[in-house]
């Protein structure tokens, strides 16, 4: 853990339920996307990603892969100080328009130990293969925390090829990742739809069937990067966004940029495992695209949507990490000046003098600061879309007043009200959504709706920061 976080940093002792979900695979079944983190407090945080696949015997299979947050999962203390969680895992696997089923149950212990923080987004990963037959599947997999007796689910689907049929297919798209070690070491499936930096490569497995001994396959890839929004949220007095910028529409998936392709021709009857490797790309919304066509014009579309985020995501560890998010506290052009230094180690000495320059008392500072993080990491977890949920308005509201006391939700707009008086436009703020979300737009993409009167409202909110008085306010 990054030395600052140890000396300032407690354990999180309580995180808040989710307000903006995500699921597991996108509306649209030609595109995989991952799951978005989804997290309620007490409850095990899992992710899970699968893939329909025929074996090289050509039978029919499902890879289910399940990443479990050890942060997420309740320990007791056993023999020689060893930390134990409990949990039971079951994968079931159901035929959409049949009869076929498949269960499987396991229990794992599983000792971890927490390096000052509990809110470690470290997982405990889980592959399991079931043999099925082909079809379309339902795959629902299950994590009950046998300490607390609470238990989390997520949903996905898999397709498996019938190796029988003439006609083409292809799979899901799997995005896979390989962290940077001087030890050669295996790539793993990347569950989720963010993609952390720290990576040092991507590959993407697909598998394509085709049957028909006399029509060859022509089998077209490209990697795609959208111009997306990545900036801070903007202060709550200034204009509204104006709906031709790129704030406004998130990401503009007209015009994207192509920074590779390739075409090949598949000659040869039955399956093939296809796989392309990058290094791993700059931070942005990306989209790996497979269109696959024979002689007589039928054609299949498969893609898989990622954004590469920041390195420890959606942890708060490094002193650049810890420094972004201070443009919500700080002068916008004394902002700019910290994030010009580019030493690791005078820029954790700019922050720490941010925060104890401010915030004198040092218990106190550690408070404010363990809960000024916390705030941000929450935000990344329930924020998230094209870019880091802490960044997003609703992460910005979350960050300096916290939960909302209230949330009501209409059509396209979403009011947080921090007051019982649900008119009082101090402490009631109003989000709107520009594009609805559908199986091409994936995102929730809320704007505050700003107002120069909020100049106030933002400045008290910051001053309750920086004096330390927010640990005893009720925002």
Not at 169 to 180: D, M, W, Y
Not at 183 to 188: D, E, R
Not at 261 to 273: F, Q
Not at 316 to 322: A, G
Request: charged share 25%.
């Amino acid at each position: 853990m990054n030395p600052y976080l140890k000396q300032f940093l407690l354990p999180s002792l309580a995180l808040i339920c989710i307000i903006v979900t995500g699921c597991a695979r996108s509306a649209n079944p030609d595109v995989e996307r991952g799951s978005l983190f989804q997290f309620r407090d007490g409850y095990p945080e899992i992710r899970t990603s699968s893939i329909g696949l025929l074996s090289e015997t050509d039978e029919p299979q499902i890879n289910i892969t399940t990443d479990i947050v050890l942060g997420s999962l309740i320990y007791t203390t056993h023999e020689d100080d060893k930390r134990i969680a409990q949990i039971s895992l079951e994968v079931r696997i159901l035929e959409k328009d049949g009869d076929f089923t498949k269960t499987v149950r396991k229990d794992f212990e599983i000792e971890h130990e927490f390096e000052g923080s509990y809110v470690s987004q470290e997982v405990f990963t889980h592959e399991e293969i079931l043999k099925a037959q082909p079809g379309e599947f339902e795959v629902i997999v299950t994590v009950l925390d046998q300490t607390s007796g609470r238990a989390s689910s997520r949903e996905s689907s898999a397709s498996i090829p019938d190796p029988e049929n003439p006609e083409i297919a292809v799979t899901t798209v799997r995005l896979l990742g390989k962290n940077v070690s001087d030890v050669p070491t295996p790539f793993f499936p990347i569950t989720t739809y963010t993609v952390p930096s720290r990576l040092d490569s991507l590959k993407f497995e697909f598998q394509v069937t085709n049957n028909d001994m006399e029509d060859p396959l022509t089998i077209r890839s490209r990697l795609l990067k959208y111009n997306a929004d990545r900036s801070a949220a903007r202060p709550m007095n200034f204009n509204n966004y104006s709906p031709s910028s790129l704030p406004y529409v998130g990401v503009d998936m007209r015009r994207p940029d192509e920074i590779d392709s390739s075409t090949r021709r598949l000659d040869e009857p039955g399956s093939v495992l296809i796989e392309f490797k990058y290094d791993l790309f700059t931070k942005g919304t990306y989209r790996f695209e497979v269109e696959i066509e024979n002689p007589n014009g039928e054609s299949l579309y498969r893609a898989r949507d990622f954004s590469v985020m920041s390195e420890n995501y959606p942890n708060i560890l490094t002193p650049r990490e810890m420094a972004e998010p201070l443009i919500y506290l700080m002068d916008r052009r004394d902002h700019e000046r910290m994030m010009e230094i580019e030493d690791p180690d005078e820029l954790k000495e700019a922050v720490d003098r941010f925060w104890l320059s401010n915030v004198r008392n040092m218990n106190q500072a550690r408070s404010v600061i363990n809960l000024f993080y916390e705030r941000v990491e929450q935000a990344n977890k329930q924020f998230t879309n094209f870019k880091e949920g802490w960044k997003t308005d609703l992460g910005m509201i979350y960050i300096l007043f916290g939960p909302p006391w209230y949330v009501d939700r209409y059509l396209n707009t979403m009011q947080w009200s921090y007051s019982y008086d649900r008119t009082d436009p101090r402490y009631n703020f109003t989000f709107e959504r520009p594009k609805l979300r559908n199986e091409f737009f994936p995102f929730d993409n809320y704007l505050l709706q700003r107002n120069q009167g909020y100049f106030n409202v933002q400045y008290r909110q910051m001053q309750l920061w920086l004096s330390g008085s927010i640990l005893t306010t009720r925002l």
